[in-house]
């Protein structure tokens, strides 16, 4: 018997972001929580330890960022979930339910592209629109500058603490997934250029944290995976760092600049570590086994951090020993620890994670294909997986190529054969867990949101004797018409991901589009669909609906007003709940 309030109960379970501080007000923070059933921003004084809500919107607000002084909250405001609109301020010591203003009048509404704020007021503003991708100076009371413009994917990378030096990621040479990096003045002039070359991102991490110092920590894949540069483009000097750790390296700074908080990602789960600059010394910081969400220093030197694994929630934990928030309310249900598993695949060894129900194998399995598809499926705490395995079902996560985590040759293979590569890797695993004897071969459900629901579309009509059930969420259907409407930042990411545009390379899109195979599709569909996505838009979904209508195929679809998925609680048990019912409903389970 499933407990109905138990698998719920993980997802109204208030929860609250890492605490992000004013670099020059330290007391003053702000975080993301779900405490009102909605994520939206809030601040929080660590002195006087006051909480005030500062947006309160029916669909939510996920972006925001407090300036230096602490004397400003920004928080961008689009339109019910479609990503385009203004950013807005208000005063951080404003009383509960102040009005916000616009930021900057003077900008028009447009996509994000990146927000570095500093204490004198100025903020530097990344856009995106169909003339392009711009920076802006913005000073108080003044008009804002366009300090860079160009066609091609950009966005803001950082700003200096003295506010002489922004640095812009960007994809001149016409690959945005594999960006440079450019320093400039703020007169436009260019200090400096950092690029590695066709295949081989730069990516900006912001510049040291004190007075004068031109230092910007650079992510670089020379050595065919994600490591660390220090780049001073006044000087014209790099010092690349090398440490010895399997897998991926993140950093940001220390308050006084003398060291970088590593963050290292291997195998679907995280450390942390303080590398001195001048000794090049690396300790490690203890942490429990599971993923860290986010990290950073204080200046007392203490690390905040937060951290979930698959069977724990999320904690906002300090190296201290303190618990630095906990949300009100009752804290989620734990679920099931998950296993790991190494498939051998067509491209190489598969990393899967496996969570299993309680019972007798084998078990009716969910396949469960992550977004990105630049991400990859960790140990963390996910209540929509504990969901189906409450439900009976195992549940099976892939880290496919395409994945991030494994290097820059796996992340980069799916490129110019786009959806069916990711599949190969994702039938390897599948067809394991049948010979295994863990997945039951007549109960398999192929779901995903984003690009796992491309992914699941594609599966269930280019494999279509391998999958009982399909759900995708938040789908590509249609590649070429989602192209036509897609935000421009991803018109982008796809030239870079298939070699050009639907009308440069029409075989590949049309070969890696779910709508070309939709008649030879077996499974019963559901789809769920922002009506205000600007990631994966509503026409070419209904496209592919249309053909499903005309081929007289079973399907289901879902609807929600919002945009690419939901910050509203009760919203998402809505579509869980639907999409478990859909599943169990096909697979004849009571």
Known sequence: MVDEERWRARFRAARMSLPRWARDAPSRSIYQSNVTGTWEIYTWDRESGERRQVTERPNGTWTGAVDPSGAWVWWFADTDGDEFGVWKRVAFDAPEGAESVPAVPGLEPSYPSGLALGASGLAVVG?????????????????????????????????????????????????????????????????????????????????????????????????????????????????????????????SWYPDGSALLISHSHEARDELYRYDLGTGALERIETPRGVIGGAAVRPDGTVEFSWSSAAEPPVIRSTSGAVVLTPPGPTAPPSVPVEDVWVDGPGG?????????????????????????????????????????????????????????????????????????????????????????????????????????????????????????????????????????????????????????????????????????????????????????????????DNYLGRLTDLGHPHEVYRYDAGHGSLVVEERIKQMATEIAFARKHLNMP
């Open 127 to 251: 856009r995106t629109n169909e003339s392009g991708n711009s920076v802006h100076l913005c000073r108080p009371g003044a008009e804002p500058e366009v300090l860079y413009h160009h066609a091609e994917d950009a966005h803001v990378a950082g700003l200096s603490r003295d506010e002489a030096l922004v640095a812009i990621g960007h994809s001149e040479h016409g690959d945005s997934r594999h960006m440079a990096l450019r320093v400039v003045r703020a007169d436009g002039s260019t200090v400096g250029d950092l690029w590695d070359g066709p295949g081989k991102g730069v990516y900006g991490s912001g510049f040291a944290p004190v007075e004068g110092d031109a230092r910007l920590l650079v992510g670089h894949e020379r050595r065919g995976r994600d490591e660390l540069l220090i780049w001073d483009a006044v000087a014209g000097v790099e010092q690349e760092i090398v440490l010895d750790l399997p897998g991926e390296i993140g950093a």
């Open 349 to 541: 060894r598969i990393h899967a994670l496996i969570s299993k129900p309680e019972g007798d194998r084998p078990f009716p399995a969910v396949f469960d294909i992550h977004g990105g598809p630049t991400a990859q499926d960790e140990d963390s705490f996910v209540a929509a997986v504990a969901a189906w395995v409450d439900h009976g079902f195992a549940v099976v996560r892939v880290n496919y190529r395409g994945s991030t985590g494994y290097g820059s040759t796996w992340r980069d293979a799916i490129e110019g054969r786009v959806g069916l590569t990711e599949l190969e890797d994702v039938k390897a695993v599948r067809d394991w867990a049948v010979s295994s004897g863990l997945a039951d071969p007549e109960r398999l459900v192929l779901t995903g949101g984003s690009w796992g629901g491309y992914l699941t579309l594609l599966g269930i009509g280019t494999q279509p004797d391998d999958w009982s059930v399909a759900v995708a969420g938040v789908p590509v259907a249609d590649y070429v018409a989602a192209y036509e409407d897609e935000m421009e930042g991803l018109q982008a990411f796809d030239r870079s991901l298939f070699g050009g545009s639907p009308d440069e390379v029409p075989d590949r899109y049309r070969e890696s589009s779910p709508i070309t195979y939709v008649s030879q599709v077996k499974a019963p569909v559901l789809v769920l669909a922002g009506e205000n996505d600007p990631r994966c838009p509503i026409r070419q979904i």
